[in-house]
């Protein structure tokens, strides 16, 4: 992985104007689909952004990995909620991908009450030709018919048309943190902070609530669901994380009501680390199975962490994402950063872990070579094909010529969400309304 990741290339990177960045320009979700031929971005104005990885041609191998805007749609609109006098912000939370059934593909997107299924189409034939309406689409006077014409398919510009399907509503009364696709394809799963919801992708006007935490008294209440996800191939498994640090496992064989898990991976507390900020650092912000379903991943602040699904006392591998931020606490407490929720992602071997910082920062860690690299992801340093180079940040003491101090971070920059492709060494990378796609060096 040294090779691989120290010499990464910048392939392409879809940068908005930053004179015209708008808060509504920050991209709030990046997702690729199961092949990695397209790869979807939401941001907090609530559109979704689509992109499609060019073919390959033989003319310009070098073009393969570039991914082109295919399909951008408004998703959702602020709303207001009359009863509770509440503004409904239009941000996507999250996006995931249908497996592809036919020539159309599906996605769900959601904000934070309302989750909705897109179709994205391809259209390049036109019907024309009709007998009741001209070419311009007018109603003709039926007294000037006076012969039948066959309407005729003729080929078009191709136009990519983003339809809603299908709207899944009013059934949280929470923000909604997560969606996950279970593997049976019929069913999806909604979290929001106290409740889990079951769907099915062809209903809309119930769900069965599978998971509730929600205590009688309010006042009583210790702990809310951070992140759930299916088990990527038992259809009645899935996970879901705590601002407590924990994870549980459920089956939903055992009971309609998974508030009894089947297993409860906690790691207890170092009491020479205990502190202050110790409960907010230890909650849990994003939890991914691997693709072989036999590990689990979580994020906190400081760790990113791999489970062992048959080893529930304590995580198989911790990385440290920035320990260097262990004293800065205090100051990322007053400015809100240490209740940022970064995002993490397994490569598609599940032998390459990803996870973002701040400064623009990024981080790998290989579970094979227990080798890891610190990238940075900034328009200074990303001109097409460039080569990136690890970063290092010093704590006290000497500072080296290429490394950074800990005091000179810009905690504005921020990268919480990524993505990597399903089986190639590309990966997509958010950093604040900047999107990045870099793929391994190409010879």
């Not at 390959?56 to 709303?79: A, D």
């Not at 939903?252 to 409960?279: G, I, V």
């Amino acid at each position: 992985m040294e090779e691989e990741s120290d010499s990464r290339k910048i392939n392409n990177s879809f940068l908005r104007d930053h004179n015209y960045a708008t808060e509504a320009d920050i991209i709030s979700t990046v997702e690729f689909n199961s092949t990695g031929e397209l790869l979807a971005t939401g941001d907090k104005g609530g559109r979704v952004v689509v992109f499609q990885r060019e073919q390959e041609s033989k003319n310009q191998p070098h073009r393969r990995g570039e991914y082109n805007v295919y399909s951008t749609f408004q998703s959702h609109e602020p709303e207001f909620d009359y009863l509770k006098s509440l503004e409904i912000e239009e941000k996507i939370n999250k996006i995931r991908w249908l497996p592809q059934q036919n020539a159309a593909y599906f996605l769900l997107s959601t904000n934070d009450k309302t989750v909705k299924l897109w179709k994205i189409s391809e259209r390049d034939k036109r019907p024309e030709g009709y007998n009741l309406k001209d070419e311009d689409g007018r109603i003709r006077d039926p007294a000037t018919i006076t012969s039948l014409r066959v309407p005729v398919l003729r080929p078009m510009d191709l136009m990519v048309d983003a339809t809603p399907r299908r709207v899944f509503s009013n059934a949280h009364t929470y923000h909604i943190n997560s969606i996950s696709v279970n593997s049976d394809y019929e069913t999806f799963m909604s979290t929001d902070d106290l409740r889990i919801n079951l769907w099915n992708l062809e209903i809309t006007n119930r769900s069965f609530n599978i998971v509730d935490i929600k205590p009688a008294n309010m006042e009583e209440l210790t702990e809310v669901i951070t992140a759930a996800e299916f088990h990527p191939h038992q259809c009645n498994t899935f996970v879901y994380s705590s601002s407590k640090g924990s994870i549980r496992l459920c089956d939903m064989r055992a009971s309609a009501l998974c508030d009894n898990h089947s297993k409860f991976f906690e790691e207890p507390e170092d009491p020479s680390n205990r502190s202050f900020f110790s409960e907010i650092i230890s909650s849990i912000s994003d939890v991914k199975f691997s693709h072989s379903g036999r590990y689990l991943m979580t994020r906190d602040y400081l760790t990113v962490k791999v489970w062992d699904l048959n080893m529930e006392s304590k995580p198989l591998e911790t990385y440290q994402v920035h320990d260097y931020l262990r004293s800065k606490l205090c100051s990322l407490y007053e400015n809100d950063c240490i209740f940022d929720k970064f995002e993490c992602v397994w490569n598609g071997s599940d032998s390459v872990i990803m996870t973002g910082s701040y400064n623009n920062f990024f981080r790998m860690f290989d579970r094979n070579t227990k080798r890891d690299v610190t990238l940075e992801a900034s328009r200074e340093n990303s001109k097409p094909r460039a080569i990136l180079k690890p970063r290092k940040v010093c704590v006290g003491g000497k500072r080296r010529k290429d490394e950074i101090s800990v005091d000179s971070l810009d905690f504005s920059k921020k990268i919480l969400h990524t993505a990597w492709h399903p089986s190639e060494n590309i990966i997509a990378v958010a950093a604040t309304n900047n999107l990045y796609i870099f793929q391994d060096k190409v010879n």
